[in-house]
């Protein structure tokens, strides 16, 4: 295969599913060079450290880069601890309270924890954008906010929605995008990735590594995966997401419980399965070989088989699986009858965060014992021998008498 044939392959595979390939020639060229020089491309991904946990939406992003790493390319993932801690209003309508160093390094020791079970960590780079913002001295920053213009900046949605109703728009928040663009300059990006949110940041990056002499980056975004609500991306905030670390029956079961119309989104984004195969399956076949692929994708073939059987015995035969933890009520919690308050068995199965949660679950039904639903936030139950207990449609327990 001739160079041009390998470049025409590479692309074809780096466009599938992409929202934005911009310019897609320049590419063209730099895949070119890497196959006449041999120096891979260095393909950047900017991560946002405020939450320790991944999600499929991560994934889909993730996931595009490990097709650079597989055609022989660098992944570069800059950590944005210096910004994180100056604040960044990331699409919302105020800035978001800074971080500590201390939360940030906590956070990030579980995203590549979670990030390598997609990218390979031989190929991949972690960078610290504090490396290089921290030591830029005033003067520099006054070089840097002079390369780009107020009018520009107010194009980007967020920012021009704010100024017109009037919100507040710090001249710090200016600087957090021309920030994200000299993150480019330091690690010299050929590519940098994004969800679609992030394209006009990705573009000013272009600008400011031209302004600084260098070949700018190409541009490529990805669209933004729906949540399991049917409506919103996928945020931990919204509570919507379904975590890439999260155990194998949790994962399975959120992924069943996603609209029908989504299939083609999240088979085209995080699978390799053709969707017109999945079409001629039965809706409930075809969400579970789709489960069946992405809980194999992060915890193996073994782990997907066990959760389809559990979800299948739990929610197609209404039996309690077959494996749940055991939760030993402490006697003091049972009164001279045997029998202990739903609300104190709640609090100790564990299962619920608080009180409060174990009460708005008994009104709102979301609570059984032995298969029958609990309707009174009164109720007390018999402990004399073991009992099942179900909180919502996943979470049990055996609860076992003191």
Do not use: C
């Not at 390598?116 to 991949?124: G, Y």
């Not at 400011?208 to 700018?216: A, F, H, K, N, V």
């Not at 053709?274 to 039965?282: D, Q």
């Amino acid at each position: 295969m001739d160079v041009r044939e390998k470049v025409r392959r590479d692309i074809e595979l780096l466009k599938r599913n992409t929202e934005t390939l911009l310019p897609e020639e320049e590419l063209a060229r730099k895949l070119e060079r890497y196959y006449r020089e041999g120096k891979p491309l260095r393909a950047k991904l900017g991560i946002d450290p405020s939450a320790p946990h991944l999600t499929l939406g991560h994934a889909v992003v993730l996931r595009k880069l490990r097709q650079f790493q597989d055609l022989g390319h660098i992944a570069v993932l800059v950590v944005g601890d210096f910004t994180r801690r100056i604040g960044d209003p990331s699409g919302r309508a105020k800035t978001r309270p800074p971080m500590s160093p201390e939360e940030i390094e906590r956070n990030m020791a579980s995203y590549k924890e979670q990030a390598f079970k997609i990218l390979d960590p031989e190929r991949t780079e972690v960078r610290y954008n504090s490396e290089w913002l921290g030591k830029l001295t005033f003067e520099d920053v006054i070089h840097l906010t002079a390369k780009y213009t107020v009018a520009r900046m107010l194009e980007r949605d967020d920012f021009k929605r704010r100024f017109e109703e009037g919100i507040p728009i710090t001249i710090m928040e200016f600087l957090y995008p021309l920030a994200q663009a000299y993150d480019s300059v330091a690690i010299r990006a050929d590519v940098e990735l994004g969800g679609s949110d992030q394209r006009f940041n990705l573009l000013i990056g272009r600008e400011i590594q031209r302004e600084y002499g260098q070949e700018p980056q190409v541009v490529l975004t990805m669209p933004l995966l729906i949540g399991t609500d049917g409506v919103h991306a996928m945020s931990q905030s919204r509570g919507n997401y379904i975590g890439i670390a999260e155990p194998p029956e949790e994962q399975f079961g959120k992924i069943m419980s996603i609209p029908d119309e989504l299939m083609p989104q999240y088979v085209a984004l995080l699978t390799d399965l053709a969707w017109r195969e999945l079409e001629k399956l039965h809706p409930k076949e075809a969400k579970k070989r789709l489960a069946w692929e992405i809980v194999a994708w992060f915890h193996g073939e073994e782990a997907a088989d066990r959760a389809r059987r559990h979800f299948e015995r739990v929610f197609e035969e209404e039996k309690p699986p077959e494996e749940m933890p055991e939760v030993r009520v402490p006697a003091e919690l049972l009164d001279e009858a045997g029998t202990v308050w739903i609300i104190d068995l709640l609090a100790a199965s564990g299962l619920v965060s608080s009180r409060s949660e174990a009460r708005r679950l008994v009104e709102q039904g979301g609570i059984w014992i032995n298969g029958e639903k609990v309707t009174s936030r009164d109720a007390r139950i018999e402990l004399q021998k073991p009992l099942v207990l179900r909180v919502g449609r996943r979470r049990f327990a055996r609860v076992l008498p003191p």
